[in-house]
């Protein structure tokens, strides 16, 4: 048995690749910065979405796909800020793929969009093992759960070039090291970024937001060099 359940895994991994692909094509045509923002459940994602978006509203537009196990309470969340969001429920489910992203995308307006934020299911691992056609991987952790999360899951750190360790506002009342946090994510990805940020208060939010904006003008700049192309709307 075990040696049928390795390639059939191997072949759903190929397929989603593929998938991912054509999704980042579409991405880069349209000129859309997209993020994959995964964690574990109650690490802050859709409070990160909520600020983020509260603060970069008017300066550029953001669409959301939600995914969730079941429900849409996060996409109707993310809804009362103005912007375009779609839920996915994977229906137990326990990670987006690209296929899902490919069907979303479809409910989507993306003529205009700069910033495509994918809210994954909340889990530190399988998730990190679907490309879902994003730019950046990008993962969230409480300081809630513990300075032993780089080292239990350490794939999910090596992958994200972001990490954001959230309320920070709470470490008083934890045992939390972010020392130890800090050195194990420096370890496991030498060139991510560590952003310490509380969503309940906003402390920390300068530094990710104008890397947000950075990667959103890098993109902008993609689009606008296309429509500039004379072969623009000749194919
Ligand atoms: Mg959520
Ligand atoms: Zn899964």
Redesign the pocket.
């Known amino acids: 048995m075990a040696e049928i359940k390795v390639p059939v895994v191997r072949n759903i991994l190929q397929a989603n690749e593929r998938l991912a692909s054509e999704n980042r094509r579409r991405f880069d045509k349209a000129g859309i910065f997209v993020v994959n923002l995964m964690s574990s459940p109650g690490a802050g994602k859709t409070s990160l979405l909520e600020r983020t978006i509260d603060a970069l509203a008017g300066r550029m537009n953001i669409a959301v796909i939600e995914g969730d196990l079941q429900s849409s309470y996060d996409a109707e969340r993310i809804q009362k800020k103005g912007v375009q969001a779609v839920q996915i429920n994977t229906d137990g489910?326990?990670?987006l793929d690209a296929n899902m992203i490919q069907i979303a995308l479809d409910s989507l307006d993306l003529a205009g969009v700069d910033l495509l934020i994918i809210e994954n299911v909340g889990?530190l691992?399988?998730?990190a093992e679907f490309n879902l056609g994003e730019h950046e991987k990008i993962m969230i952790l409480s300081v809630t759960e513990g300075d032993d999360k780089p080292i239990k899951y350490p794939l999910m750190f090596q992958i994200c070039s972001v990490l954001l360790v959230n309320k920070i506002d709470l470490l008083p009342y934890t045992d939390c090291d972010l020392g130890k946090i800090r050195q194990s994510a420096r370890q496991l990805n030498p060139a991510g970024k560590v952003f310490e940020i509380s969503c309940r208060t906003g402390e920390g939010f300068a530094p990710w937001l104008s890397w947000i904006e950075d990667k959103v003008s890098e993109h902008r700049k993609n689009r606008a060099g296309a429509a500039a192309s004379p072969h623009a709307g000749k194919h």
């Open positions: 489910g326990c990670h889990n691992v399988c998730p």
